[in-house]
Nanobody, 129 residues
Framework: QVQLVESGGGLVQPGGSLRLSCAAS????????IGWFRQAPGKEREFVAA????????YYADSVKGRFTISRDNAKNAVYLQMNSLKPEDTAMYFC??????????????????????WGQGTQVAVSS
């Protein structure tokens, strides 16, 4: 069974950058899309970004579009989330998750947790001055 491990979180000032990593152990995930979600204290978990198995297609929440970039390196079983121009409202626990498919024709499915079947433990991101 694939296990996902996130890393790269930390404390950063507003306007700063962080790069999160999601590494897989066990069977490779070459044929699964991967998503990033986040959960702020007292709030529901929300979709952030997702990438298809080939890396040719990506999808972003409106709140992070233009600031965050998702990428993957299947040779390393890794997915990355480059976060730039961070804002205090980006403060949350960030989770990566394995989708049940390689890609979704209707990209709205990337945003739905029910289409993901494996989750990491999360990495904390705090944006504060």
């Amino acid at each position: 069974q694939v296990q996902l491990v996130e890393s790269g979180g930390g404390l950063v000032q507003p306007g700063g950058s962080l790069r999160l990593s999601c590494a897989a152990s066990g069977p490779t995930w070459d044929y699964n899309a991967i998503g990033w979600f986040r959960q702020a204290p007292g709030k529901e978990r929300e979709f952030v970004a997702a990438i298809s198995w080939s890396g040719s297609s990506s999808y972003y929440a409106d709140s992070v579009k233009g600031r965050f970039t998702i990428s993957r390196d299947n040779a390393k079983n890794a997915v990355y989330l480059q976060m730039n121009s961070l804002k205090p409202e980006d403060t949350a626990m960030y989770f990566c998750a394995r989708a049940t498919r390689a890609y979704f024709v209707d990209q709205v499915y990337y945003t739905r947790e029910s289409f993901y079947d494996g989750w990491g433990q999360g990495t904390q991101v705090a944006v504060s001055s």
